[in-house]
């Protein structure tokens, strides 16, 4: 056999340190990554991805977006997929429709659907809390904030859980086409509020039919533009918010000192705003977003080059002692902006002001409705990579 060379001029590739997606980092990903952060903060995994564990690191990236990029996917995404200068004008057109007076406009549906699916819930029986509670209110929440009929319910629940399954198996495939269907979704809604705009009486206005109205720079934003936005809202907030409900409802059960306390200051909405980022502080329903390197950079005595893929993982940050001692230890003390739950910089998340009101809202609908909660017999089990917190958690309340 002849022998072979290596060009010395050449370097090697860097060796993996670790694969996120091995069984037993999926088993538990908050003590994979609490373990990770001890020992290796800086690490590329074998699918090519630098990820960075440190509190101060990850904040580092999301105050740099000249060096770390967001543009990290070949298809539109507005506006957090942009840098700048482009992402501007059309972050400044998201932030519209979540001030302040529009969260108090929406806190009346989002209290009746919170109200209507709490009330239904068995008592003294188990509850699946992530089927029979956090998915179907983060769905009929987020088709009331649009505008949308009842009638998507159904379809966007399906939809999501094809979505889940494509990303789970990495096929690409059938995430393009879930994507498709999704994008028609949107594109029907809008088609729809275009021909009640041509009658007479108009239409009624909703965030949908807002959107269609907006200018970017001086000219109407483009229908893909706009699908992009709503897929951005919605996808997140199906997901995200489902798994946050998750995430409470067990700590809640976990926690009944915790529980009883704030059953009793329930009333207090900004104190139950506080203790909902303190559970998803603890347990993050987002595990991480990605960046890209535009120069070489170092983290700790390690080099990432240019044009790498960068992780920034949200569910360990959020859980560095140095900066949050005792991390384990659920405490409303700790300075709120040190909380990397809903990011920071540029990009930090627009939808940070409806999801403080929606979790506060079903929070205080769920305590009020209840004299207790507590975990059923069937164990929790974990959610696995790109989710975060629990794919299942049944409860039985009192």
């Avoid at 979704?185 to 269609?212: C, F, H, K």
């Avoid at 991480?288 to 535009?294: C, S």
Wanted: glycine share 6%.
């Amino acid at each position: 056999m002849e022998e072979t060379t290596v060009d010395a001029d050449v370097e090697a590739a860097p060796t993996a340190d670790w694969n996120p997606r091995a069984a037993d980092v999926q088993a538990d990903q908050i003590a994979a990554y609490d373990g990770m952060r001890a020992r290796c903060p800086v690490a590329l995994g074998e699918q090519g991805n630098w990820a960075v564990f440190g509190h101060a690191d990850n904040r580092r990236i999301l105050n740099d977006p000249k060096t770390f990029s967001n543009v990290v996917s070949t298809h539109l995404t507005v506006p957090n997929g942009m840098d700048p200068p482009e992402h501007g004008p059309f972050r400044a057109i998201v932030d519209k429709y979540y001030t302040p007076w529009r969260m108090h406009a929406f806190e009346p549906a989002c209290r009746a659907i919170a109200s209507r699916l709490v009330a239904a819930l068995p008592r003294q029986a188990d509850v699946e809390v992530m089927a029979d509670l956090a998915e179907p209110f983060a769905n009929e929440v987020q088709c009331a904030f649009m505008g949308w009929p009842e009638t998507l319910h159904g379809p966007l629940r399906e939809w999501t859980r094809k979505n889940h399954a494509a990303t789970l198996s990495m096929d690409r495939a059938a995430m393009s086409a879930i994507a498709l269907e999704f994008d028609g979704y949107i594109r029907e809604q809008l088609n729809l509020r275009r021909d009640r705009a041509r009658l007479p009486s108009g239409g009624t206005p909703d965030a949908t039919s807002e959107l269609l109205a907006e200018e970017v720079e001086g000219r109407p934003l483009t229908d893909e533009e706009i699908v992009s936005i709503v897929r951005n809202w919605t996808v997140g907030e199906l997901g995200t918010i489902a798994a946050s409900v998750g995430s409470i409802a067990k700590f809640l059960a976990d926690h009944p000192d915790i529980q009883a306390d704030l059953r009793a200051r329930r009333h207090d909405g900004g104190l139950l705003a506080r203790a909902s980022d303190e559970i998803l502080r603890l347990d993050a329903p987002l595990i991480a977003n990605r960046r890209r390197t535009r120069a070489s950079v170092e983290f700790g005595g390690r080099t990432i080059p240019a044009g790498e893929r960068v992780v920034v993982l949200w569910a360990s940050a959020n859980r560095d002692e140095r900066v949050f001692p005792d991390p384990d230890e659920f405490r409303l003390d700790r300075n709120p902006a040190d909380n990397l739950l809903y990011g920071e910089g540029i990009h930090a998340c627009p939808g940070a002001p409806l999801a403080r009101l929606e979790l506060s809202v079903l929070m205080q609908e769920l305590l009020g409705a209840t004299t207790s909660i507590e975990l059923a017999s069937n164990a929790p089990v974990r959610a696995t990579y790109p989710s975060g917190g629990w794919s299942s958690v049944s409860v039985r309340i009192a």
